[in-house]
T-cell receptor, first 115, second 111 residues
């Protein structure tokens, strides 16, 4: 079975541009998570969905960030406008059931560089 | 904010040796998990230990939990070069429904 799929794997863009990251969770999984990883701040939870509904977006850094999950098999994380400090690796993860005790399956990540 | 802090930050050992990593956390927890991250890859779940458990094994992994000291340790026995990765602890608590990851330990196993 395919794991969590993320695209693109690498993105280089200029400050001010819109960036859209995409994620396809494991089929049948009901929870989806977006994380950001940097050397300075480690792994941070940005937002998570249960059954396509956003549950907690308190980790979204500011209004420039938005996330959607239009159906059970697709989610996007958008940054508009992007800034150099957004440079990081963004991970999508999914779990079969809701709840922090559930095993999360991570995608390979999108490495974003904003110049 | 980070709940867990791993110690040491980095560890280098020879193949065949045991590797021990520690995780300390701040608030009472429900469960503690360990994840591995190979360079340039996503995290992979290794093991979960519940707050009422003291020790758990999975293959060459041994995890202990001391809730009185708010700490956990991950022992990898007979390490292999393929164990080279970063290891993260992650906790969930009674007052949150999120998993909070620690700072990670970078393990290097030399062949």
């Amino acid at each position: 079975d395919a794991g969590v799929i993320q695209s693109p794997r690498h993105e280089v863009t200029e400050m001010g541009q819109e960036v859209t990251l995409r994620c396809k969770p494991i089929s049948g999984h009901n929870s989806l998570f977006w994380y950001r990883q940097t050397m300075m701040r480690g792994l941070e939870l940005l937002i998570y969905f249960n059954n396509n509904v956003p549950i907690d977006d308190s980790g979204m850094p500011e209004d420039r960030f938005s996330a959607k999950m239009p159906n059970a098999s697709f989610s996007t994380l958008k940054i508009q406008p992007s800034e150099p400090r957004d440079s990081a690796v963004y991970f999508c993860a999914s779990s079969f059931l809701a709840g922090p005790q559930e095993t999360q399956y991570f995608g390979p990540g999108t490495r974003l560089l904003v110049l | 904010s980070q709940q867990g802090e791993e110690d040491p930050q980095a560890l280098s050992i020879q193949e065949g040796e045991n590797a021990t990593m520690n995780c300390s956390y701040k608030t009472s927890i429900n469960n503690l998990q360990w994840y591995r991250q190979n360079s340039g890859r996503g995290l992979v779940h290794l093991i979960l230990i519940r707050s009422n458990e003291r020790e758990k094994h999975s293959g060459r992994l041994r995890v202990t939990l001391d809730t009185s000291k708010k700490s956990s340790s991950l022992l990898i026995t007979a390490s292999r070069a393929a164990d080279t990765a970063s290891y993260f602890c992650a906790t969930d608590s009674y007052n949150t429904d999120k998993l909070i990851f620690g700072t990670g330990t970078r393990l290097q196993v030399f062949p």
